[in-house]
């Protein structure tokens, strides 16, 4: 069994500039979702796809924006970038919409805003 | 914003011992799950209580749930020095909408002394 995998695992960016981060779903899952997490901070839900529609949002702004592909993998886009931005961002597969269903994490790429 | 608190958010104990750990929410849920989290990783899940569960143990682990105060705690028995993490609390609320993710909160750093 594969487990949740991200990419890259560190990435520095500038200010205004744009960023794709990747993911790769446990096999079998059929969901996504990512979730930021600042430092010393617990993770906030950014959004959840779900057979490759966007089915739930947190209180993120427009710049951020996802997809997920038909082999369920995902990427999450950020536009725009803030100093604020900068974070660990999580990944999470699960399996089904249920809600009910433990997320599996990749071990998230950190962004660093400069 | 961040509906779980955990508390304490610092705690150090020595092997061998007990650890609780709380958490308070503020509205209805479906369900609370517990995350451990090692330094800079991903959240690894380890237990699901149900908001018609009261207790639930998993090996070393014991969580309780209370709605009527709205709090949950979860015990780690016979602490280890691996067991040395931070441990999240989520909670994912029953608006029956789409998904709303799961909410965290900020989470207890647990050292466990050797």
């Known amino acids: 069994e594969t487990g949740v995998t991200q990419s890259p695992t560190h990435l520095i960016k500038t200010r205004g500039q744009q960023v794709t981060l990747r993911c790769s779903s446990q096999s079998g899952h059929n969901t996504v979702s990512w979730y930021q997490q600042a430092l010393g901070q617990g993770p906030q839900f950014i959004f959840q796809y779900y057979r490759e529609e966007e089915n739930g949002r947190g209180n993120f702004p427009p710049r951020f924006s996802g997809l997920q592909f038909p082999n369920y993998s995902s990427e999450l886009n950020v536009n725009a970038l803030e100093l604020d931005d900068s974070a660990l961002y999580l990944c999470?597969?699960?399996?089904?919409?249920?809600?009910?269903?433990?997320?599996?994490f990749g071990n998230g790429t950190r962004l660093t805003v400069t | 914003s961040q509906q779980g608190e955990e508390d304490p958010q610092a705690l150090s104990i020595q092997e061998g011992e007990n650890a609780t750990m709380n958490c308070s929410y503020k509205?209805?849920?479906?369900?609370l799950q517990w995350y451990r989290q090692n330094s800079g990783r991903g959240l690894v899940h380890l237990i699901l209580i149900r908001s018609n569960e009261r207790e639930k143990h998993s090996g070393r682990l014991r969580v309780t749930l209370d709605t009527s105060k709205k709090s949950s705690s979860l015990l780690i028995t016979a602490s280890r020095a691996a067991d040395t993490a931070s441990y999240f609390c989520?909670?994912?609320?029953?608006?029956?909408?789409?998904?709303?993710?799961?909410?965290f909160g900020k989470g207890t750093h647990l050292i466990i002394q050797p």
């Open positions: 509205t209805s849920i479906n369900n």
């Open positions: 999470a597969s699960s399996s089904g919409r249920d809600r009910s269903s433990p997320l599996h």
């Open positions: 989520a909670t994912e609320g029953n608006s029956g909408g789409g998904a709303d993710g799961l909410t």
